[in-house]
C-alpha cells in the first residue's frame, strides 16, 4: 500500500515571524516588508496563537482614509472601518485565529486554505501555541519529489503490492510526475484501484493506465 501521507510537520517552516497584540501598525508593516510576508500571526503569553493580522486587514487605513463613515451601512464595510481606525495588532487582528495541527496531512491542510482563502496557516499544538507556519509553496514541495523516486514507490507500494504474480512485467515509467502503467493482468477490475492508489503517492501529477487482460482486452477505470 501506499506510504503514510506526508503531514505538516515535515513541510512546515519552524522559524516564524510573529508580533504580539500590542505591536503598532507600523511596525506591522516594516516587519512584513522586512521579512516579505503578508501575514503574521499575533501571539500571547508564551506564544500561544490569538489571531492572524494579514495586508488585508491593513488595507482598510489607505481605503478609507478620506471617507465618510456615516455613507457605509453594510456590516462588512463597517468592520473595514473599525480596522481603519485600528492602531495595534489586537485591534486590527482576525480571530479566532485559522490556524492546522502538525499531524494534519497535506490534503487537510491544503483544504483549509482553500476553504478559509487564506496563503499560510500558523501550525499550533492542542493548546494553541505556535510550532511553526506552513504555506501554499510548502504544500507544493511534495511535487519537487524526483521520477526515479515516485517510479520507486510505485513499484513496491502499489504493483506489487495489487499484481505480485505479474509485478515483472508491468513497466511503471514517471515523467514529470505522470505515472504511466503498462502491462497485462488477470484481473482488470483491479485498474481503477490501482489508479487510485497511484494518485495517492505524494508526488504524482497525474496517472495513465495502459493495462490490459491477458486475453488482449483492453479495460480503462471508472
Same mark, same amino acid.
Given at each position: 500500500?501506499?506510504?503514510?501521507?506526508?503531514?505538516? !510537520?515535515?513541510?512546515?517552516?519552524?522559524?516564524?515571524? =510573529?508580533?504580539?497584540?500590542? =505591536?503598532?501598525?507600523?511596525?506591522?508593516?516594516?516587519?512584513?516588508?522586512?521579512?516579505?510576508?503578508?501575514?503574521?500571526?499575533?501571539?500571547?503569553?508564551?506564544?500561544?496563537?490569538?489571531?492572524?493580522?494579514?495586508?488585508?486587514?491593513?488595507?482598510?487605513?489607505?481605503?478609507?482614509?478620506?471617507?465618510?463613515?456615516?455613507?457605509?451601512?453594510?456590516?462588512?464595510?463597517?468592520?473595514?472601518? =473599525?480596522?481603519?481606525?485600528?492602531?495595534?495588532?489586537?485591534?486590527?487582528?482576525?480571530?479566532?485565529?485559522?490556524?492546522?495541527?502538525?499531524? #494534519?496531512?497535506?490534503?487537510?491542510? #491544503?483544504?483549509?486554505m482553500a476553504v478559509r482563502h487564506v496563503k499560510r496557516l500558523p501550525v499550533v499544538d492542542d493548546?494553541?501555541?505556535?510550532?511553526?507556519?506552513? !504555506?501554499?509553496?510548502?504544500?507544493?514541495?511534495?511535487?519537487?519529489?524526483?521520477?526515479?523516486?515516485?517510479?520507486?514507490?510505485?513499484?513496491?507500494?502499489?504493483? !506489487?503490492?495489487?499484481?505480485?504474480?505479474?509485478?515483472?512485467?508491468?513497466?511503471?515509467?514517471?515523467?514529470?510526475?505522470?505515472?504511466?502503467?503498462?502491462?497485462?493482468?488477470?484481473?482488470? !477490475?483491479?485498474?481503477?484501484? #490501482?489508479?487510485?492508489?497511484?494518485?495517492?503517492?505524494?508526488?504524482?501529477?497525474?496517472?495513465?493506465?495502459?493495462?490490459?487482460?491477458?486475453?488482449?482486452?483492453? #479495460?480503462?477505470?471508472?
Amino acid at each position: 500500500m501506499p506510504e503514510t501521507p506526508h503531514i505538516v !510537520s515535515d513541510v512546515m517552516t519552524l522559524t516564524v515571524v =510573529a508580533v504580539g497584540r500590542d =505591536a503598532p501598525f507600523k511596525e506591522i508593516v516594516r516587519t512584513m516588508e522586512q521579512w516579505k510576508v503578508s501575514a503574521l500571526p499575533v501571539l500571547e503569553g508564551e506564544g500561544r496563537v490569538i489571531g492572524v493580522v494579514s495586508e488585508a486587514d491593513l488595507l482598510p487605513k489607505e481605503e478609507f482614509r478620506d471617507d465618510d463613515p456615516s455613507l457605509y451601512e453594510q456590516p462588512r464595510r463597517l468592520s473595514d472601518l =473599525a480596522k481603519a481606525g485600528a492602531v495595534t495588532a489586537g485591534e486590527l487582528m482576525s480571530t479566532p485565529a485559522v490556524t492546522v495541527h502538525p499531524d #494534519a496531512t497535506l490534503a487537510q491542510a #491544503a483544504r483549509i486554505m482553500a476553504v478559509r482563502h487564506v496563503k499560510r496557516l500558523p501550525v499550533v499544538d492542542d493548546e494553541a501555541m505556535l510550532q511553526g507556519i506552513v !504555506s501554499r509553496a510548502d504544500l507544493l514541495k511534495v511535487f519537487l519529489r524526483s521520477d526515479d523516486d515516485i517510479e520507486e514507490e510505485v513499484r513496491r507500494t502499489v504493483v !506489487s503490492y495489487l499484481f505480485p504474480a505479474l509485478s515483472h512485467t508491468i513497466h511503471v515509467n514517471v515523467h514529470e510526475g505522470v505515472v504511466t502503467l503498462r502491462g497485462q493482468i488477470r484481473d482488470t !477490475s483491479l485498474i481503477s484501484i #490501482a489508479v487510485r492508489l497511484v494518485r495517492a503517492v505524494e508526488g504524482v501529477v497525474d496517472v495513465e493506465p495502459h493495462l490490459t487482460g491477458l486475453t488482449g482486452a483492453s #479495460a480503462a477505470p471508472d
